[in-house]
């Protein structure tokens, strides 16, 4: 591929990144009105936008450092979005706080997403650490702090889709001991993180 067109896919791919990640912060504000409620809490959870910048981000493919930088941009047109629907409909919700958070939080999520296929596999459990972290901190936060007000399903299915990227991973690429360990306890770790912080804000 010609460097020309290189940097013209690259920007492409910045285009769709940030278009999306607009267009999912403002549908995730009407989801909270029509998704079924054994997984309404996705439009209203840390979770759903991780899902989100994740899922965007892998299809990008773009280098770490890049992801980095669409990782917070991503957080932060997430956050726009939904206070841009709050607005559509008459109501006002500050982006600031978590427009914040996700300029800190935002880069970890995008260069984990893109260590996920690096060929280092000590980057590619980090990365697997982190997100299957943010996920299972999410569950068990949902599951624990939160199982009165909402349905158990979505804290269960996040868990889940967690616990089995970080199995694939194990299978398909994270076979030495010390690396899989590395992922295994990382992502414990990241978990407990994740509720610290999650606690210390409110949760959402």
């Known amino acids: 591929m ?43 959870s840390a979770s759903g936008w991780t899902l989100v910048t994740v899922l965007v981000l892998a299809w990008a493919r773009v280098r770490p450092a890049f992801a980095a930088v669409l990782g917070a941009a991503s957080f932060v047109l997430l956050t726009l979005g939904y206070s841009a629907s709050a607005h559509l409909q008459g109501l006002f919700y500050d982006p600031r706080l ?5 300029v800190l ?3 970890f999520v995008g260069i984990a997403t893109s260590w996920l296929r690096a060929e280092s596999v000590w980057k590619a459990a980090a990365g697997t650490a982190l997100l299957s ?19 158990p399903v979505y804290w269960t299915l996040v868990g889940v889709i967690a616990l089995g990227l970080l ?18 306890v990382g992502t414990g ?5 994740f509720n610290v912080a999650y606690n210390a804000l409110g949760g959402v």
């Open 189 to 193: 770790a990241t978990a407990s993180a």
């Open 105 to 107: 939080v935002g880069p």
């Open 167 to 184: 199995v694939a991973m194990l299978i398909r690429r994270l076979r030495g001991v010390l690396v899989a360990l590395l992922a295994v």
């Open 2 to 44: 010609k460097p020309a067109d290189r940097l013209s896919g690259t920007w492409t791919h910045v285009a769709v990144v940030i278009v999306v990640s607009f267009l999912s912060g403002m549908l995730t504000f009407f989801a909270q009105g029509f998704l079924p409620d054994a997984v309404n809490s996705f439009a209203n």
């Open 98 to 102: 978590f427009a914040v958070v996700g």
């Open 133 to 151: 972290g943010i996920g299972l901190g999410e569950g068990t936060y949902g599951l624990t702090r939160v199982a009165d007000t909402t349905s």
